[in-house]
């Protein structure tokens, strides 16, 4: 995770006024209603990643993140910068960054510089946080596939392509920045809406992003994209009546869980009725 040092933070505002793109006007701070917001991004010329934009094995790694390798971009033109290295060279880079700290510079006051700096660290942050969510939802068939929705309303839509299959579904979302692995998703149940009690149903399918059912338990999300796990509803109801077989009575709550690799369960969310799994367990006849 990059780590810029508060002086250098300082010292990239307080030299430049706009982005670093020869001719863009950008300006680095929005100021409005009594509120300051940092609306360009850092950029480094040289990339600490092996496989970055114009990584270079023999610059020193500890000037990765100082004030000569960094320059300011606003958002249209820092991905570019990023994505075509082969365009933009190190040298072309470089004069920019020359160009950038010549301007007049950005003055703010102690107060305005703790607020760049605290924005600067928190979108750091966000940038290297795990940050995943999951919700139980409910599948239809239809000859494509599956189509999915929440629990409460997907049972209520009317459908000639509907198939009379049902699936307990996990929608896994990966709502940061980190891509993630999701090795296994699946429900589990308590008696008490409280722990675990060990008693889970770990789902082995996955929709495509056409919505057609693939095997296999584990997946790669990229960031800010989901995906969806799936069982047939009558393979959880026969999981739930062998737990009947065993405890003498049904668990009262359910809740869906994901694990990612090596880093585990994902914290989990709230604990839901059992009988909210009741159409897909037991769908009414006159639901087509």
């Known amino acids: 995770m990059a780590r810029y040092a508060e002086l250098t933070i300082k010292l990239l505002f307080g030299s430049a006024s706009t982005c670093a793109y020869p001719g863009c006007a950008a300006e680095l701070l929005f100021r409005d209603r009594g509120k300051l917001t940092v609306v360009v991004q850092i950029a480094h010329i040289r990339s600490e990643k092996k496989k970055g934009p114009r990584h270079d094995p023999s610059y020193p ?69 795990v940050k995943v969510a999951v919700e139980l939802r409910g599948g239809r068939g239809v000859p494509s596939g599956v189509i999915t929705g929440p629990l409460d309303s997907l049972m209520e839509m009317r459908s000639d392509d509907f198939n009379g299959q049902t699936y307990i579904v ?97 914290p989990p969310t709230k604990w839901l009725p059992l009988t909210a799994l009741q159409p897909y367990l037991l769908p009414r006849e006159n639901s087509a």
């Open 170 to 266: 996990v929608q896994v979302s990966n709502v940061g920045y980190v891509p993630v692995t999701v090795s296994t998703a699946g429900v589990e149940y308590s008696y008490q809406a409280g722990e675990s009690i060990g008693l889970e149903h770990r789902f082995d399918m996955r929709l495509d992003t056409a919505g057609s059912l693939a095997a296999g338990a584990s997946g790669r999300l990229p960031n800010h994209s989901e995906s969806n796990w799936c069982c047939r509803s009558e393979a959880v109801f026969n999981g739930l009546r062998e737990a009947y077989g065993t405890y003498g009575t049904l668990p009262s709550y359910v809740r869906p869980f994901a694990e990612l690799g090596p880093l585990g369960r994902i």
């Open 61 to 129: 790694k500890e000037s990765l993140h100082s004030f000569e390798n960094l320059l300011l971009l606003c958002g249209q033109h820092h991905p570019p910068v990023d994505q075509h290295e082969s365009v933009y060279t190190v040298e072309e880079l470089e004069e920019w960054k020359a160009l950038q700290v010549a301007q007049t510079g950005t003055q703010l006051s102690s107060f305005e510089s703790r607020q760049v700096i605290d924005q600067i660290l928190q979108r750091l942050v966000e940038l290297t946080e």
